[in-house]
């Protein structure tokens, strides 16, 4: 069996990534990211635990969008990752009808066009979203290397973890459904 058949068989889309404590990249540290797309050219996601201070509202009144409902203050933008943070995506459930949306699966969807954020100022929104501000990405076999490298754990995705669970706590409960208590496990390496 070819490596590249063997790697089929473990793509991460619809996945969580939880950071592990040796991990060395400031961008990932204690996070959990959401995996939309992973194929052999690489892969692309979320990081759902970096809220920003900035609440929605600015935003929407940043793109002069009208807000007609009032938005929940504690609702802030979140850093998705570093690349094109300038670029915004919303990650909802349910997956509705919008211009330009990916469906994660049956329940979750991530859009990226206007028209969703229209709709959230007033008050027509998805029952629950993230909006963040840039992505995750991973060139060809590099998931796959640090993977192997145990930079990461992954857990199969669900609506209660992304959306239900609060942002500090998210790392630790993620690595939980595991089996493994995470804050214990330690940056340093052993060699027997």
Known sequence: MSQ????????????????MPALKDANFDHTVSLICEHNEQGAMGFVLNRPTALPIQDLLEHMEIEVTVPLDPAEVLHTGGP????????????IGDWESTLELNSEIGITASR???DAIAKGQGPEKQIITLGYAGWGEGQLEREMTDNSWLSVPADIGLIFETEGKELWKVSANRL???????????GHA
């Not at 590249?4 to 950071?19: D, P, Q, T």
């Not at 690349?83 to 349910?94: L, S």
Request: proline share 5%; hydrophobic share 50%; net charge negative.
């Open 115 to 117: 028209d969703i954020l």
């Open 179 to 189: 089996g493994i208590d995470i804050s214990l496990l330690t940056i340093e390496a």
């Open 4 to 19: 590249k058949i063997a790697l089929k068989e473990n793509y991460l889309g619809n996945h969580l990534l939880i950071a």
């Open 83 to 94: 690349v094109q943070p300038e670029r915004g995506f919303v990650i909802h459930t349910p």
